[in-house]
């Protein structure tokens, strides 16, 4: 079974510094990939995703994040980040044409100080 | 406003007791799915359905039971099975199975 890695768990940044949270997966066939954010008291939302062709993916709110097929990642990065995106963020993976099945990653939880 | 009401928000189950979180859609979506979030693991798919009168098991099925009687709902019992069931429950939808998930906002069952 495929299976998902975060490797932070909890991250603190300034305003105006420069984002990057770590994904890897385990699958080593065709797979869809996936970051859902979850704000404070909100629901979790698709940020962005990454079926095919051009492997840097840009989302809402400024996010990018690149498929590196030899590295099996999906980094997701931000230039410079803004108090408003404190919150959780989610990496996700399913195998491609495998149904919505998406295994999730445990999470990185952002908090940016003003 | 066309969404995923969870109800309800917050869910006490004694010992030996079975219980049912709601999961109502009004986005005419085909498919629905339960996660369980438990902190720094992420979500983990308990069932999911791609359509009416079916479903299938997640990743951890043990312990709880689905229906899915008609479009709009796909309500989840925890049953006594269930020796862990301390989490927040997620519910969410999708109208195919290639397209973004949506989400309800959760219910947080505690053990008394």
Redesign the interface.
């Known amino acids: 079974?495929q299976s998902?890695s975060?490797h932070n768990?909890h991250v603190i940044l300034s305003e105006a510094a420069s984002l990057e949270l770590g994904c890897n997966y385990s699958y080593g066939g065709t797979v869809?990939l996936?970051w859902?954010v979850q704000y404070p008291g909100q629901?979790?939302?698709?940020l962005l995703?990454y079926?095919s062709g051009d492997p840097l993916v840009k989302g809402i709110k400024g996010f990018e994040a690149e498929f590196i097929k030899s590295k099996f990642s999906f980094n997701l990065r931000k230039p410079s980040v803004q108090w408003s995106d404190t919150a959780e963020y989610?990496c996700?993976v399913n195998v491609y044409n495998a149904?919505?099945?998406?295994?999730?990653?445990?999470?990185t939880r952002l908090m940016v100080k003003p | 406003d066309g969404g995923i009401t969870q109800s309800p928000k917050y869910l006490f189950r004694k010992e030996g007791q079975n219980v049912t979180l709601s999961c109502e859609q009004n986005l005419n979506h085909d498919a629905m799915y339960w996660y369980r979030q438990d902190p720094g693991q992420g979500l983990r798919l308990i069932y999911y359905s791609q359509i009416v009168n079916d479903f299938q098991k997640g990743d951890i099925a043990e312990g709880y039971s689905v229906s899915r009687e008609k479009k709009e709902s796909f309500p989840l019992t925890v049953t006594s099975a269930q020796k862990n069931p301390t989490a927040f429950y997620l519910c969410a939808s999708s109208i195919s199975s290639r397209e973004k998930l949506f989400f309800g906002s959760g219910t947080q069952l505690s053990v008394l």
């Open positions: 079974a998902v975060q768990h869809n996936f859902y629901h979790l939302q698709l995703k079926f989610f996700a149904g919505n099945m998406l295994t999730f990653g445990g999470g």
